[in-house]
T-cell receptor
Framework: TQLLEQSPQFLSIQEGENLTVYCNSS?????LQWYRQEPGEGPVLLVT?????EVKKLKRLTFQFGDARKDSSLHITAAQTGDTGLYLC?????????FGTGTSLTVIP | KAGVTQTPRYLIKTRGQQVTLSCSPI?????VSWYQQTPGQGLQFLFE???????NKGNFPGRFSGRQFSNSRSEMNVSTLELGDSALYLC?????????????FGPGTRLTVL
């Protein structure tokens, strides 16, 4: 059962453009994480959001946790080629992680 | 500090065989979790081990099993392999129980079942 749906599934943009990736669920999570995975490597944690409505900024990346703790978004400003990768959201409930379907981002120079 | 290591990196097996994958966590980490990643199903949780005990299990058949040793190293075993078991198997380690601590992933073992 896939609890977390991400959209879009694929995204190809020019360097310098902005983009938003969405992570939606009908389930409530105690926290939500975003990861980036590059080919041949495991996912790397970008951020953890815990409080409903929380917004975290990491340089050009802005993460938001929905008020009801069921959804999240990742916004990238002025994308760079180094942002290319698979972005995964993961919701934590109980002691278990549920990963989203993933968004494959390609930034074209 | 060395990261999470997984061996082997690539593996080819045939249907009906069994396979054992190994994971060495970051030094000092006591929790190891295993995940299966496929294009169709994404990243799915298999199980979590903490202090040599399985603490959590995902929705996978009994053919998938694992264990953790006293040095926190972990192995995962899949018996009677099926074509659908072809996937990237990822191991992640964390200081304590996974849900409350950051988990660090290894590069994965790519298993192909023919």
């Amino acid at each position: 059962t896939q609890l977390l749906e991400q959209s879009p599934q694929f995204l190809s943009i020019q360097e310098g453009e902005n983009l938003t990736v969405y992570c939606n669920s009908s389930s409530v999570f105690s926290s939500l994480q975003w990861y980036r995975q590059e080919p041949g490597e495991g996912p790397v944690l970008l951020v953890t959001v815990v409080t409903g409505g929380e917004v975290k900024k990491l340089k050009r990346l802005t993460f938001q946790f929905g008020d009801a703790r069921k959804d999240s978004s990742l916004h990238i400003t002025a994308a760079q080629t180094g942002d290319t990768g698979l972005y995964l959201c993961a919701g934590v409930t109980g002691n278990q992680f549920y990963f989203g379907t993933g968004t494959s981002l390609t930034v074209i120079p | 500090k060395a990261g999470v290591t997984q061996t082997p990196r690539y593996l080819i097996k045939t249907r009906g065989q069994q396979v054992t994958l190994s994971c060495s966590p970051i030094s000092g980490h006591r929790s190891v979790s295993w995940y299966q990643q496929t294009p169709g199903q994404g990243l799915q949780f298999l199980f979590e081990y903490f202090s040599e005990t399985q603490r959590n299990k995902g929705n996978f058949p009994g053919r998938f099993s694992g264990r953790q040793f006293s040095n926190s190293r972990s192995e995962m075993n899949v018996s009677t392999l099926e074509l659908g078991d072809s996937a990237l198997y990822l191991c992640a380690s964390s200081l304590g129980r996974t849900a409350a601590n950051e988990q660090f992933f290894g590069p994965g073992t790519r298993l192909t079942v023919l």
